[in-house]
């Protein structure tokens, strides 16, 4: 698997944001997005998602050499995590996260349902949380929930937009720790942010200004 | 299949713990209803010539209130951003919450009609036609809504918009659920007829509304 983008130009509201811009990352890289407000980190990740058009270039995933099509829109094959946590307040954390393993993940892995989502509530540290309504989560609490559906469905792309937003340090090493292990099992990870992330050896691509290069 | 499945159940188990999704729409046909004969007066005959048309105009209204919950939670709460990219088509998505927004509006509203027929004196004869017909008209209902939903969703106060955009389509959902009553409560005109267009109404909202939507929410997420 490769992610591969060349001379991307994004236009917001008839304003260029960047231009000329071209990342590559292969399985089992990570790239971390950096840059002040506004640079573009957002727009490059939902534009990279499929969200939205780039006024120029090409976004490719390549799967093992043979090009899966022309200008393809990675979406089926990333997981987006943005602003908003897509959580839903009526339901409990564990019904919150079987919609997402149920709905995500088309045809059924090996493993179960139940085991795949109690992985994930473990690996984010809600399991003692699993039968509380979601509407009584922390923010951060929230957002663990959030970043757990990273771990119901797999998918060989994360796409990851500020996802330390209201996180402690302690949640942040459990969120470095599934970035890891998912680049460390032949995943890519590409993720907006502004503070330390503890992802081993990372790729850095600075935003800002005028076209931004790797 | 299994995500359509799974989207359908859970709109419908979020609406029932909302609880108010449900209760706004039925409430409000109540009340209409309810407040209608004490407006118009105890004339019998009168408000059984009127009962068709005034529940199937309530019926409409109090399914226009419910018609923004489709999307505005899901979109406000990022869960919408997260389903379009996710496997299921964009179309079956919109099919899955227009079900399961029929189930949760459109279902129980025709179910009430009749309660709500006593009221106004209708002929009980027409009961069943009253509910058979809302069942299949509210269907068309909940799917061109789905267009007036997608359309004004993120607009905020949309309410007025949605209205204007949706209230001249479902002219005919009215024409012909209003008129299939009517053929069995005073004739001479056929039921089969209009009710067979009324059929062809929804069934065409079924399959076209989906795509129609679908493009509007394209275009929200650019």
């Known amino acids: ?214 | 299949m299994s995500g359509f499945k799974s989207l359908v159940a859970r709109d419908i188990r979020l609406a029932l713990r909302e609880g108010g999704a449900i209760g706004t729409a039925l409430g409000f046909y109540l009340i209409v209803i309810a407040i209608l004969p004490l407006g118009l007066g105890p004339d019998l005959n009168l408000l059984a010539r009127i009962a068709p048309g005034v529940l199937w105009v309530a019926l409409l209204l109090s399914a226009l209130l419910s018609l923004d919950r489709i999307f505005l939670n899901d979109f406000e709460d990022g869960s919408l951003e997260v389903m379009i990219i996710g496997p299921l088509p964009l179309e079956l998505i919109v099919a899955a919450k227009s079900i399961a927004h029929w189930i949760t509006t459109g279902v129980p509203l025709a179910l009430i009609a009749p309660v709500l027929g006593l009221l106004l004196n209708l002929d009980i004869n027409a009961f069943g036609v009253l509910v058979l017909t809302m069942l299949v008209g509210t269907l068309g209902v909940s799917f061109i809504g789905a267009i007036g939903a997608a359309l004004t969703l993120g607009l905020g106060r949309g309410g007025l918009l949605l209205s204007l955009i949706i209230l001249p389509l479902y002219v005919p959902i009215l024409i012909f659920g209003v008129g299939s009553v009517m053929a069995v409560i005073v004739g001479p005109s056929s039921f089969t007829a209009s009710f067979m267009i009324l059929c062809a109404i929804s069934l065409a909202a079924i399959v076209l509304a989906p795509w129609a939507a679908g493009a509007a929410l394209r275009m929200k997420f650019q």
């Open chain 1, 1 to 214: 698997m490769r992610l591969f983008s060349e001379n991307l130009t994004c236009v917001r509201g008839g304003r260029e944001i960047f231009s000329g811009l071209s990342l590559d990352v292969q399985g089992g890289e990570c790239l971390l997005l950096l840059g002040p407000n506004g640079a573009g980190k957002t727009s490059l990740l939902r534009m990279l998602a499929g969200y939205l058009k780039p006024a120029s270039g090409t976004i490719r995933l390549e799967d093992g050499g043979e090009e899966t099509g022309e200008d393809i829109t990675v979406g089926e094959a990333c997981h987006f995590v943005g602003h908003l946590n897509g959580v839903k307040s009526q339901f409990t954390v564990r019904e919150n996260l079987a919609f997402w393993a149920c709905f995500l993940s088309g045809e059924k892995n090996g493993e179960s349902d139940a085991a795949v989502i109690e992985k994930a509530l473990g690996a984010f540290a809600l399991s003692s949380l699993c039968d509380i309504p979601a509407g009584y989560l922390s923010a951060g609490q929230k957002r663990r929930l959030c970043l757990a559906r990273l771990l119901v469905a797999a998918r060989p792309l994360w796409l990851l937009d500020e996802p330390t937003v209201s996180l402690d340090k302690k949640s942040q090493v459990l969120l470095a720790n599934a970035v890891n292990a998912h680049v460390a099992g032949g995943g890519m990870a590409v993720a907006a942010t502004h503070l330390e992330l503890g992802i081993e050896n990372a790729q850095t691509l600075e935003l800002g200004g005028r076209g931004g290069r790797q």
